[in-house]
């Protein structure tokens, strides 16, 4: 009878998490489980806004309701389902022209990715393919320009989901140009 208790338990909250239209975990560098809050990633010293695993939040458009975006215990951000997505929230101090540089990973072709704050403001970008899974590469993506200082949301997510072949992500950092 406890195992039955348990299983209705879990398949309830399966359902539940199920019946939202966008599905999202932020996730905790130390033990990639899910946390309450949203971390605001706000400038290092050195102005640079550097996204990495520890802020990490993962979305999917999945019916389902559970992304599979994971942690590989490498400090990366893997996902190999096309309808995942991650984001983090951002704090921009000055407006302006920020570029922005991707650490990734993937020996496979057709990763291709979009950067982005909002439906207007998207970078399409291809990274370059790696040797291996632990052969990371840092490349320029392009740029990215605020009209105000503030929070924002910004997004990677696969360009082509009927194409995608996965990708680990390191970090993504902004850096303002102007």
């Not at 082509?160 to 993504?172: A, E, F, M, R, T």
């Amino acid at each position: 009878m406890k195992h039955a208790a348990r299983h209705s338990l879990t398949t309830l909250l399966l359902a539940l998490f199920a019946s939202a239209a966008v599905h999202s975990a932020p996730a905790n560098e130390k033990d990639n489980k899910t946390v309450k809050e949203v971390t605001v990633v706000s400038p290092d010293v050195d102005g640079a806004l550097v996204l990495s695993l520890n802020a990490v939040n993962f979305r999917t458009d999945a019916p389902e309701g559970t992304p599979k975006v994971m942690s590989n215990g490498q400090r990366t951000i893997a996902w190999s389902e096309p309808q995942d997505w991650i984001f983090w929230k951002i704090k921009i101090p000055a407006k302006g022209t920020y570029k922005v540089t991707v650490t990734h990973c993937s020996p496979r072709d057709g990763r291709e990715i979009l950067i982005g704050i909002s439906a207007e403001q998207t970078i399409a970008f291809n990274p370059k393919m790696s040797d291996s899974w632990g052969d990371a590469k840092t490349s320029e993506a392009g740029k990215l320009t605020f009209d105000k200082e503030g929070e924002f949301e910004l997004s990677i997510r696969p360009k082509d989901v009927k194409n995608w072949h996965g990708l680990d992500i390191y970090k993504v950092v902004l850096k303002k140009t102007e």
